[in-house]
């Protein structure tokens, strides 16, 4: 994963760290909280959480601050007692934290870390190291196995990300290690490098060794049979004084040696990456509830997290769709109330639109979608959809709205000799923005309905715990959705009465007296 | 000053307006006069390019008015309606101004004027600041008036501006549009149905019955030389309240 990334924010950082005071006390918080941290990526959470969930089980009150940053922010706030608890990998303090005292072993690394009065666990049981990683049959029909066999293709195309070509123990290294003879090697994303190593754009591309994608991809890691790269074993860093304050959660994570192999970790990635509603704190109790039959309560995403989520998305597909509704159906709604053989044929279109059942609409759409060159699963086939349905009622309402200007007073702007575009920007549409505007309402409250079909094809929003409520028969988690929509609804027609109040003029309001 | 020549309009079946030629002479009031469904509105509408003529040509201070050339003609015509056409999401003011401040005129020129004009229509100032619906018939028909008249127009063109106001207003602002269009000595075509109101008002009538004028001059040159029974009969419809008393009696 990113572990890279990381390192990378350490390399920068790492004249820093030495500053860094190794023995302050620990952070004047309430007696008997603890924290673990992690770093910004799946793997490093999950971990945190492993250990979060251990020191609950063993009666401590502990937070996990997860995705705090990269390793040097990790590390500093060990260090100032900010965290207890983190998970890291050797490599990670061997090549970045304790670059310059060059480490061999992890006797080595104990002592050197004994001198920030911080300890570490013995190894976890899986190494996060690089590799170079081939399509099983690629490599299957050269007969590559290992590092070296690269020697004898040198026709093969590489690879391989930006980080790795520029590392110390990347490309660069692994060329002359292995005396490699391949010349066409450039730099990529990650993640495009897996989809031209699919296509077979190129041949090998640099993969991080509990990367979930190396089994979804049928990928083969080639055996680094020269020992190129350096081990990347997770381990726990915890401060020395947590010895004291909390032993039975210093045992449990000492325990933890030797108890995860790659493929526990690879499956916990996998779980949490490949599932929306997989939290890293869920896959993390799954795995002691297997391995220790522990059973950790895990209060998933907190509601209001999880709520929020929820607003954020729903709001991006209310939003986006209900903008382009409007720019689109308001000059259409004119138009038609101009020339009545035109708005004959966009009112008849848009009602045929209105009548495709909204599953049908969605499933039509995702193809197009993709062809456009957007991700058919998530908010696109959605937008488009929502779109589709708003045009009809805000066209209906604008045509009205505007027909309903007496002939009287549109001959009277004529005749004072205002251009027909000026006549309808000072005299017509402000005399229709009443009706424009209830259109535009009704619709945005119906499209906050709408919008929570976007769950059947991952488009997020509040249909997202509506379906995954209707999936497991949890009417709980429907509710969740359910609610805050209608709440998202009334808002929505507060929010278009307030502008009222501003878009229709004031003459438009006032009561009837002389 | 303005001059029609050959004009017609035919709705369906309807010859609406027969080919009429007309003159409007320079700073004097015309009144087109009749009753109902004699032409006189479409010729008006015909003049204001609201319906588009289908023989003949309009020429209006000496050039014949196109579809290139109508909205810059307009700017130079004022037009009033019987229910005075005020937008009703505009203020009083912003009827009034409307056009000025279309056509970025000055803000303190606007204002001023604004302010004369009040004083000529005797509209009250703080009627400037409501809305048409908030203000009685009369002042509408004097803020349409001042609309009308914001851009110092060469013509006025009014389309019974009086019919739906009851008789002492009516009476009332007779008087004061015989008194601004004298002192502003405006080109003024009007049309009504009333001829005593005509009379009153017009310099000249022009009476039409059914699409044809029947005959033209002064309200004195009518009644001595009416030109057919059509004349008489129309002159002599207009009862005095004191008929009403000999036939009580």
């Excluded at chain 1, 061997?94 to 001198?115: G, M, N, P, T, V």
């Excluded at chain 1, 251009?419 to 923005?433: C, D, G, K, V, W």
């Excluded at chain 1, 959705?481 to 229709?504: D, Q, S």
């Excluded at chain 2, 109902?36 to 014949?64: A, M």
């Amino acid at each position: 994963m990113n572990t890279i990334s990381c390192l990378l924010l350490c390399v920068a950082l790492a004249g820093q760290t030495e500053d860094a005071a190794a023995d302050q006390p620990a952070a004047p918080e309430k007696a008997g909280q603890f924290a673990v941290g992690s770093k910004a990526f799946t793997e490093s959470v999950i971990l945190g959480e492993i250990a979060t969930l251990l020191g609950r089980e063993d009666g401590y009150r502990v937070q996990h601050k997860d995705q705090l940053g990269g390793t040097v922010v990790v590390w500093r706030a060990l260090l100032r007692g900010e965290v207890d608890v983190y998970p890291e990998y050797t490599g990670t303090l061997i090549e970045e934290l304790f670059k310059e005292d060059h480490l061999q072993s992890l006797q080595d690394i104990r002592d050197a870390l004994a001198r920030h009065n911080v300890r570490m666990t013995d190894p976890l049981g899986f190494n996060n190291s690089y590799g170079i990683g081939m399509q099983e049959k690629v490599a299957e029909r050269l007969g590559v196995t290992k590092l070296s066999d690269l020697r004898n293709h040198p026709q093969l195309r590489f690879g391989f990300s930006n980080e790795f070509m520029q590392r110390s123990e990347g490309w660069p290294t692994l060329r002359v290690n292995y005396d490699l003879p391949q010349t066409d090697v450039r730099g990529l994303s990650h993640d495009l490098a897996y989809g031209a190593l699919v296509s077979d754009d190129i041949q090998a591309m640099d993969v991080y060794l509990t990367d979930p994608k190396i089994e979804a991809l049928n990928l083969r890691v080639l055996e680094d049979d020269l020992s190129h790269f350096p081990k990347y074993e997770a381990v726990y860093l915890y401060r020395e004084d947590l010895r004291q304050r909390a032993p039975r959660w210093v045992a449990a994570l000492e325990d933890l040696a030797g108890a995860i192999n790659r493929d526990e970790m690879v499956a916990m990635n996998s779980q949490v990456e490949d599932n929306r509603d997989v939290s890293e704190a869920r896959a993390a109790a799954d795995f002691l509830t297997r391995k220790f039959d522990l059973h950790p309560v895990v209060v998933d995403e907190g509601l209001v997290s999880r709520i929020a989520r929820y607003t954020r998305d729903h709001l991006f597909l209310v939003i986006v769709s209900m903008t382009a509704a409007i720019l689109v159906s308001v000059p259409l709604g004119v138009l038609s109330s101009k020339h009545t053989a035109i708005g004959h044929v966009i009112l008849t279109i848009s009602e045929v639109i209105q009548t495709i059942p909204g599953l049908a609409l969605l499933v039509l759409l995702m193809p197009i979608v993709a062809s456009i060159g957007l991700n058919a699963v998530g908010p696109w086939p959605a937008i488009i959809a929502l779109f589709l349905y708003s045009l009809l009622p805000i066209i209906r309402n604008t045509y009205t709205g505007m027909r309903d200007v007496p002939t009287s007073l549109r001959e009277s702007a004529a005749v004072l000799g205002l251009t027909p575009l000026a006549q309808l920007r000072l005299i017509e549409l402000p005399m229709a923005s009443s009706m424009i505007l209830a259109g535009i309402k009704t619709t945005a409250a119906i499209n906050v309905g709408y919008a929570t079909l976007g769950g059947l094809i991952g488009a997020g929003g509040y249909g997202e715990p509506i379906m995954t409520g209707l999936r497991l028969g949890d009417p709980y988690l429907m509710l969740e959705g359910a609610i805050p929509a209608a709440i998202l609804a009334l808002v929505v027609k507060g929010v278009f009465e307030l502008a009222e109040r501003f878009l229709v003029p004031r003459g438009l309001r006032v009561s009837t007296a002389a | 000053m303005l001059e029609l020549q050959g004009v017609s309009k035919r709705f369906g079946d309807l010859q609406a307006l027969h080919t009429t030629d007309l003159h409007f002479e320079r700073g004097k009031t015309t009144v087109l006069l009749g009753p109902s469904g004699c032409g006189k509105s479409t010729l008006l509408r015909i003049i204001v390019g609201l319906l588009t003529s289908d023989t003949g040509s309009i020429v209006f201070d000496g050039e014949e008015i196109t579809p290139g050339n109508l909205i810059e003609a307009r700017r130079r015509m004022g037009y009033v309606i019987q229910d005075g056409g005020l937008f009703p999401h505009l203020s009083v003011r912003g009827n009034i101004t409307l056009m000025a401040r279309h056509l970025r005129l000055d803000r303190e020129e606007i204002d001023q004027r604004l302010h004369k004009l009040a004083q000529l229509t005797h509209l009250p100032t703080e009627a400037l600041g409501r809305y048409p619906t908030q203000i009685s018939g009369g002042q509408r028909q004097r803020v349409s008036l001042m609309r009308a008249l914001f851009l110092d127009p060469q013509l006025m063109l009014l389309d019974e501006p009086m019919g739906a106001l009851d008789p002492l207003i009516r009476s009332e602002l007779q008087q004061e549009l015989r008194e601004i269009f004298r002192q502003l000595d405006k080109t003024v075509v009007m049309v009504s149905h009333d001829i005593s109101e005509a009379g009153y008002l017009g310099d000249h009538i022009a009476l039409l019955k059914s699409g044809r004028i029947v005959q033209q001059g002064t309200l004195a040159e009518l009644v001595k030389n009416p030109a057919d029974k059509f004349v008489t009969a129309f002159i002599n419809a207009q009862r005095s309240p004191l008929e009403g008393l000999e036939a009580a009696s």
